[in-house]
């Protein structure tokens, strides 16, 4: 898939699913309400969000949309890659599943330190900046991936939170979406985008916050 391809595909992406885009929107205002204003069920809510934007990833954009479509990278074609990825994202939703929302070991909590504040900041790339910085670029609005249906500013999302928990997250929470933030350079570097640079950094960012996380 070269790049003109990648972004018409992506086009008729989110012209198809512009109405789970809005309804994910709201989902994440709503989690990130909850997370400031705690009740019984916030942590609960957040994580099953969290879980229907992975498993929907996974299972739709991955395996439906994206699966049958051949990846080419420096003139070499790989065939079934986003299978492989649409099953590590269906993989992680159920991790959020089971630890999140079964087991409800996360408890997502504003708080007013440096560890929140860069929560904040990745929430905020991945839900407004990320298709801003398409825009910028040359692109428009449909044509990039977007918040809710899209891998990477949902990882965005997903680190951003995981950074606002109240303990260290078990590790299971955290390999993947930081695995997924490192593989933004592919887009950067095979499909021009320049967004992902953030992304990058956000898993470099959620690394090292992780690693001098103390443990509970």
């Known amino acids: 898939m070269q790049v003109d391809e990648f972004f018409d595909l992506f086009t008729s992406y989110n012209e198809m699913y512009l109405v789970v885009i809005i309804l994910t929107y709201v989902l994440a205002i709503i989690a990130l309400f909850m997370a400031y204003r705690k009740n019984d069920y916030s942590n609960r809510f957040i994580s099953l969000t969290l879980t229907f934007l992975w498993l929907w990833i996974g299972l739709v954009y991955g395996i439906l949309v994206f699966g049958p479509v051949p990846t080419v990278m420096a003139g070499i074609e790989y065939p079934g890659t986003w299978y492989l990825f649409g099953g590590v994202f269906v993989i992680h939703g159920i991790i959020l599943l089971y630890f999140g929302v079964i087991k409800d070991t996360v408890s997502y909590t504003w708080k007013p330190d440096s560890r929140h504040y860069i929560g904040l900041l990745l929430i905020l790339y991945g839900l407004v900046f990320y298709p801003l910085v398409g825009i910028f670029t040359g692109r428009v609005f449909l044509e990039y991936p977007i918040f809710g249906i899209a891998p990477c500013p949902v990882t965005l999302f997903t680190l ?14 955290m390999i993947i979406p930081i695995f997924w933030g490192f593989m933004g350079v592919v887009p950067v570097l095979f499909y021009e985008v320049y967004a992902d640079i953030g992304t990058v950094l956000a898993a470099i960012i959620t690394l090292y916050h992780y690693v001098k996380w103390p443990a509970a």
């Open 160 to 173: 951003g939170l995981l950074l606002w928990s109240d303990v260290r997250p078990s590790l299971p929470l």
